[in-house]
């Protein structure tokens, strides 16, 4: 199956960790991805309230959220909370969410632009603007989000687990 790239439109990539949040946007053609600077985490409604600007001022219409999968494509421990964290903000700014298997983005970020050791939080955006460039790449569409939705964590490339 041959996947279509999704719809031009500003999209929001975000690298969810335990400490930070890496976040990269694209402009509306998708032509150009921009590593943003990372969110240092706390609450998740302090996070959301940092965020909604940002949303607000690059009319942000979708979310991309880095699920690690390790490589067997099964997901890690940290994969759960990623899904958690990710449905959760889509449905708070209501945003069509898609799911992009981030295994190996660090380690490829920190090989592409030398950031092997950063704490700064450069690494952690320049994985999310891995994975936009991924999504840009290979898809699949966004899916919209509500409480109700079923099975949103199939990642690009990923059809089972």
Same mark, same amino acid.
């Given at each position: 199956m041959? =996947?279509?790239?999704?719809?031009?439109?500003?999209?929001? !990539?975000?690298?969810?960790?335990?400490?930070?949040? +890496?976040? $990269?946007?694209?402009?509306?053609?998708?032509?150009?991805?921009?590593?943003?600077?990372?969110l !240092?985490?706390?609450?998740?409604?302090?996070?959301?309230?940092?965020?909604?600007?940002? %949303? !607000?001022?690059? =009319?942000?219409? $979708?979310?991309? %959220?880095?699920? *690690?999968?390790?490589?067997?494509?099964?997901?890690?421990?940290?994969?759960?909370?990623?899904?958690?964290?990710?449905?959760?903000? $889509?449905? !708070?700014?209501?945003?069509?969410? #898609?799911? %992009?298997?981030?295994?190996?983005?660090?380690?490829?970020?920190?090989? =592409?632009? +030398?950031l092997?050791?950063?704490?700064?939080?450069?690494?952690?955006? #320049?994985?999310a #603007?891995?994975?936009?460039?991924?999504?840009? =790449?290979?898809? *699949?569409?966004?899916?919209? %989000?509500?409480? $109700?939705? *079923?099975?949103?964590?199939? *990642?690009?490339?990923?059809?089972?687990?």
């Open positions: 041959i =996947r279509q790239p999704p719809p031009p439109r500003s999209v929001l !990539a975000v690298d969810v960790g335990r400490r930070r949040i +890496g976040l $990269a946007g694209c402009d509306p053609l998708g032509l150009t991805i921009t590593p943003l600077p990372p !240092a985490r706390g609450a998740f409604s302090d996070d959301l309230q940092r965020l909604r600007p940002l %949303v !607000a001022q690059r =009319r942000v219409q $979708a979310l991309v %959220v880095g699920l *690690p999968l390790d490589a067997s494509q099964q997901p890690t421990a940290q994969a759960s909370h990623c899904r958690r964290y990710g449905q959760r903000l $889509a449905l !708070a700014l209501e945003l069509p969410l #898609a799911w %992009v298997d981030e295994h190996g983005s660090s380690w490829e970020a920190g090989e =592409r632009h +030398g092997h050791g950063d704490r700064s939080g450069q690494l952690d955006s #320049a994985a #603007a891995l994975l936009l460039e991924q999504w840009l =790449r290979q898809g *699949p569409e966004a899916l919209p %989000v509500s409480p $109700a939705t *079923p099975k949103l964590d199939q *990642p690009a490339g990923a059809e089972t687990f």
